[in-house]
């Protein structure tokens, strides 16, 4: 084989490794930024099964502590907090946003583990399942649906979060032994519940959808490399 030709096969086989390195990176950085900000959930080509005890404690930790996502949509409420200047007692500054940052973090926390031991008692499960079937409408009622409705353990029959929408309360409840007072409880309890039924169907839709975009990504990537 001439010097010529050789040169132009070696820079052929480069181009290909580095088309298919570059594709393996934009995938390992959607999945990277799909697990970021849904946590674990229940994809829908994939059965239920009951959780174990060991699992539903691997969740609550990876949830609640173990994962930067956790902390990452504290930081970002802790700053719309500073925007809206809530609670107004507490100053303007880093020094305030670290008050409202650990108020936040403390009340997630809170909530996350009174959620964690009434769904481990009531055997509910705590993942979300993406639908099992096809259409924006349906996909998004379903997604809505899952913020109010679980399976117990039977993974078949749908019940109330008790366990999701009581946890909210109580990590509202408990958050007013920290903030300026006077505070009432039960206030602040009914405000962490809305603030789930929000966030809460938000996330579902995210996680419901978050394949679609991914296959978008991955498509435009792909296209981008072509050309």
Not at 1 to 9: D, E, I, S
Not at 40 to 60: I, N
Not at 170 to 183: F, M, N, V, Y
Request: one cysteine or more; hydrophobic letters at 35%; a positive charge.
């Amino acid at each position: 084989m001439n010097p010529v030709a050789q040169t132009r096969r070696v820079t052929v086989q480069a181009a290909v490794v580095t088309g298919r390195l570059g594709e393996k990176a934009v995938v390992k950085a959607r999945d990277w930024e799909s697990g970021w900000f849904t946590g674990v959930f229940v994809p829908k080509d994939q059965p239920r099964t009951a959780l174990t005890g060991e699992q539903r404690r691997e969740y609550y930790l990876e949830q609640t502590l173990a994962t930067p996502g956790a902390y990452t949509k504290r930081m970002f409420a802790a700053g719309i907090d500073q925007a809206r200047g809530s609670p107004s007692q507490w100053q303007g500054g880093f020094g305030g946003y670290g008050e409202r940052f650990a108020s936040r973090e403390g009340q997630f926390i809170s909530a996350n583990s009174l959620a964690a031991l009434g769904n481990a008692a009531l055997k509910y499960e705590v993942r979300y399942d993406q639908c099992q079937c096809s259409g924006f409408l349906r996909r998004t009622r379903h997604a809505i649906a899952r913020n109010f409705l679980t399976y117990n353990a039977s993974e078949e029959h749908l019940r109330p979060q008790l366990g999701l929408y009581g946890g909210s309360f109580g990590g509202g409840l408990i958050s007013t032994a920290w903030k300026p007072h006077p505070r009432n409880a039960f206030a602040e309890g009914g405000r962490a519940m809305l603030g789930q039924a929000a966030y809460g169907t938000l996330l579902n839709f995210f996680i419901e959808f978050a394949g679609d975009i991914n296959r978008k990504i991955g498509a435009k990537s792909r296209e981008a490399q072509v050309h």
